[in-house]
């Protein structure tokens, strides 16, 4: 696609509840990233995915936050047994991989936690 | 982590020149400096970027002081559809890019 794509834009769930956030990236970047933002608050770094290394996993604030991405494309973030706080935009970007490229960002997806 | 400091937030008169300081002191030799904005309910822009020249495009220009300390980001003509949070990050040794808080810039007519 022309640009990076996130689904859904809204979704609202109840408090213990596990949600999947869905990002696809723009063609051929190998490099793909989530942040995480509160009302208010700067962007959050969660976790950095770069072609078919570990992904840097150091900013995941707990074990009920997990993600993949298949097939070096598509990448998924897992929220389980939701709490209030997880209450946030969502963001995914990706990026070429070649180091120091510019980010592209999706439009996010709204997480509201009831 | 790779750390910038920038004032919280900043105004501006439309039509008048933007400019917005951040400092990067721990900044390697080889990092370059990134700045992005955020329009109030969308993902991060990108807007400019550089490592030891000064660089223009189309959306701004950034001036990096000769020991890469710091830098400023302007906007020459500011318009009311500037008004967003503006945010300058450089790659840390994890190849990743931390933000921090920004500097919310208000365009006022």
């Known amino acids: 696609g022309a640009g990076v794509s996130q689904s859904p834009s809204n979704k609202v769930t109840e408090k213990g509840k596990d949600v999947e956030l869905r990002c696809d990236p723009i063609?051929?970047?190998?490099?793909l990233y989530w942040y995480r933002q509160s009302l208010g608050q700067g962007l959050e770094f969660l976790i950095y995915?770069?072609?078919?290394?570990?992904?840097?996993k150091s900013g995941l604030p707990s074990d009920r936050f997990s993600a993949e991405r298949t097939g070096g494309s598509v990448s998924t973030l897992t929220i389980q047994r939701t709490q209030q706080e997880d209450s946030a935009v969502y963001l995914c970007?990706?990026?070429?991989?070649?180091?120091?490229?510019?980010?592209?960002f999706g439009s996010g997806t709204q997480l509201s936690v009831l | 982590d790779a750390k910038t400091t920038q004032p919280t937030s900043m105004d501006c008169a439309e039509g008048r020149a933007a400019n917005l300081p951040c400092n990067h002191s721990?900044?390697?030799?080889?990092?370059?400096v990134y700045w992005y904005r955020q329009i109030h309910s969308q993902g991060p822009q990108y807007i400019i970027h550089?490592?030891?020249n000064n660089e223009t495009n189309e959306m701004a220009s950034l001036i990096i002081t000769e020991d890469r300390k710091s830098s400023t980001l302007i906007l020459p003509h500011a318009t009311l559809r500037d008004t967003a949070v503006y945010y300058c990050?450089?790659?840390?040794?994890?190849?990743?890019?931390?933000f921090g808080q920004g500097t919310e810039l208000s365009v006022k007519p």
């Open positions: 970007a990706s990026s070429q991989g070649v180091s120091s490229e510019k980010l592209f």
């Open positions: 990050v450089f790659y840390n040794q994890g190849g990743k890019l931390i």
């Open positions: 550089g490592l030891k």
């Open positions: 721990t900044i390697s030799g080889n990092e370059y």
């Open positions: 995915f770069q072609g078919n290394s570990a992904p840097d």
């Open positions: 063609s051929g970047h190998t490099a």
